[in-house]
């Protein structure tokens, strides 16, 4: 069950999401109730649960054979974060993060991860780079997306990710 709200202020367009799933098998209750996503943005301040903008920023892998190879942060996590768009194909962004699971903040330190992006008609590129307070470590990834005719777009990411505490390059 989704909801989606939207407002016009003084200050920008008002907007709230949530996401609910409900998940159940043959009657058994499954996983039950999740709420997946609940958050409210004004402008390009977002404050509530969304996905990690480490994940979103430069875009997914998609359908390939794996898409683990490239590093992704947690998928549900508390964040504040503000997105900037020029208007001009370039945009950034920073955000404060929580964590999910094992990477959920051992201390008042959040996670910090920053991001740019530069689209225009033949493609674009986008870079994030994250600092994962619990570990004391920073990472990041780069994508470079070619639209090589209207039926064919390329793309190549490549990271450096860190995992248990050590790093390790990803292309």
């Known amino acids: 069950m989704r909801t989606w709200t939207g407002s016009e202020t003084e200050l920008g367009t008002l907007k709230t999401y949530t996401e ?3 998940n159940s098998r043959d009657g058994y209750d499954g996983e039950g109730w999740s ?3 609940a958050w409210i943005q004004l402008g390009g301040l977002r404050v509530g649960k969304d996905e990690s903008v480490f994940s979103t920023f430069t875009g997914y892998a998609g359908n390939v054979i794996d898409d683990t190879i490239v590093p992704y942060g947690p998928f549900g996590t508390n964040l504040i974060s503000y997105y900037f768009d020029a208007g001009n194909g370039f945009s950034a962004v920073v955000s404060l993060e929580e964590g ?4 959920t903040l051992d201390s008042y330190v959040p996670h910090v ?3 740019a992006k530069y689209t225009q008609g033949w493609g674009g590129i986008s870079a994030v780079g994250a600092y994962d307070s619990n570990w004391e470590e920073f990472t990041g990834k780069v994508r470079l997306d070619v639209n090589a005719s209207e039926q064919l777009s390329l793309f190549v990411m490549g990271g450096n990710a860190v995992v248990n505490g050590a790093k390790r ?3």
């Open 20 to 22: 609910n799933r409900f």
């Open 35 to 37: 709420l997946n996503f």
């Open 100 to 103: 999910a699971g094992v990477d």
């Open 169 to 171: 390059l990803r292309t």
């Open 113 to 115: 991860v920053v991001g």
